[in-house]
């Protein structure tokens, strides 16, 4: 895996996430290309060279929890940012069932296709 160009991906997805929803590690993953990534997310998004316009604000893990070491301000700023999207976090856990990003652009998957 070229971390890189792996990275690259990761960031083109994570900015698509709309405001008002989030994602998970393992979706975020599974839509730059590879499952089995989602440790590799955490490692991108910890390196994320552009906060302001890659929302990693807006990954949370499995169970919709928030990061403990979230790379750009702590888990209450994680939190913040959140509630700023409108989406309420009751002890840093995010109700996926109402705020999990569910439509994906069928562009994005069209771009995929080689």
Same mark, same amino acid.
């Given at each position: 895996? =070229?971390?890189?160009?792996?990275?690259? !991906?990761?960031?083109?997805? +994570?900015? @698509?996430?709309? *405001?008002?929803?989030? *994602?998970?590690?393992? &979706?975020?993953?599974?839509?730059?290309?590879? @499952?089995?990534?989602?440790?590799?997310?955490?490692?991108?998004?910890?390196?994320?060279?552009?906060? /302001?316009?890659?929302? #990693?604000?807006? +990954?949370?893990? @499995?169970?919709? &929890?928030?990061?403990? *070491?979230?790379?750009?301000?702590?888990?209450? @700023?994680?939190? $913040? %940012?959140?509630?700023? /999207?409108?989406?309420? #976090?009751?002890?840093?856990?995010?109700?996926? !069932? =109402?705020?999990?990003?569910?439509?994906?652009? %069928?562009?994005?998957? &069209? $771009? &995929? $296709? +080689?």
């Amino acid at each position: 895996m =070229k971390e890189n160009s792996s990275f690259q !991906k990761i960031y083109e997805v +994570v900015r @698509r996430i709309p *405001a008002g929803t989030v *994602a998970t590690y393992g &979706q975020i993953a599974a839509l730059a290309g590879n @499952r089995h990534w989602a440790r590799v997310v955490g490692y991108a998004l910890h390196a994320n060279p552009d906060p /302001d316009h890659i929302p #990693c604000y807006r +990954v949370v893990n @499995r169970n919709g &929890q928030v990061s403990s *070491a979230f790379a750009f301000g702590g888990k209450n @700023r994680q939190i $913040e %940012l959140l509630e700023a /999207d409108g989406i309420p #976090c009751p002890d840093g856990i995010v109700d996926l !069932k =109402k705020y999990q990003w569910k439509e994906f652009p %069928l562009s994005y998957f &069209q $771009e &995929q $296709e +080689v």
